[in-house]
């Protein structure tokens, strides 16, 4: 159990926020005034809203909708890994204490595009964000729990290329955006990161056939993993699914997530 930050932990509610279905129409019906406030002040606003309407006698929100206005408690447990759809998952502190590697993710995002401030069309595209996984968190919302990962990502713009045989390179040293670290635990789809044989500091994007694993014991096939090229896996082929997390000093557990399966929402 850790005390989190309030900075990060408003980051990560914001996040579940944003990218939970039942929200959707409390998100659409202020787009603009979102686009101008962003994350600064929506929570607080979602929240207001949802106390407002709940002193209403005849209202109609849902618990859920509910315990996620109310926001979710300071403190954390934190994971050094879990196990989902046949994939383990590690943190990168873990991962620089083992012979295995287990941190690395891809995530599919929708980013909402818009050419000027002024735009009043904007459109969403997808776009692939490769990383690391830096902590796992337990997010506690009294009725239930979240779990989410707290990602390193790398800057699309500079830090990702395609070569001219196909394969994507990443470069793990440019660092994207540090305020958009979170995904859910569901939605990541592992890679592995293998340094370039032409060398310089960029490292091949690898992925992989899902593990067999039993509380924590993980067996790789490294040696099978095809080239992760232009052939990408799409991140709604992952089943979401109960998670089993798992802590150094105690047994897993699992816990039932309702969190959506869509695609890690993004704006710019």
Known sequence: MIL????????????????????????????????????????SWFKRKIETELARPENTISQQIRW??????????????????????NTSDHDSRSTTQNSGVMVEAELLHMSTAKDKNPIYANMLYYGVIEDIWELNYTQFKILVSQCKWVDNKGGVKVDENGFTLVDLNKE?????????????KQVFYVNDPNGGRWSVVLTT?????DRGDVCDNIEETPSFSRGLPKSDDIDNEDVAYVREDCEGIYVEEDTTSRKKRKRT
């Open 176 to 188: 994207g955006d540090p305020n958009d670290q979170f995904i859910f635990a569901s939605q990541a």
């Open 4 to 43: 989190t930050d309030y900075k990060t932990l408003c980051e990560a509610h914001y996040y579940v926020l944003q990218n939970t279905t039942v929200v959707d129409p409390y998100m659409s019906k202020n787009e603009k005034w979102l686009q101008a406030e962003h994350k600064r002040s929506f929570s």
């Open 68 to 89: 996620l206005a109310h926001e979710p408690k300071r403190e954390v447990l934190s994971y050094s890994g879990y196990g989902i759809g046949g994939y383990y998952y």
């Open 209 to 213: 056939k899902p593990k067999l694993y």
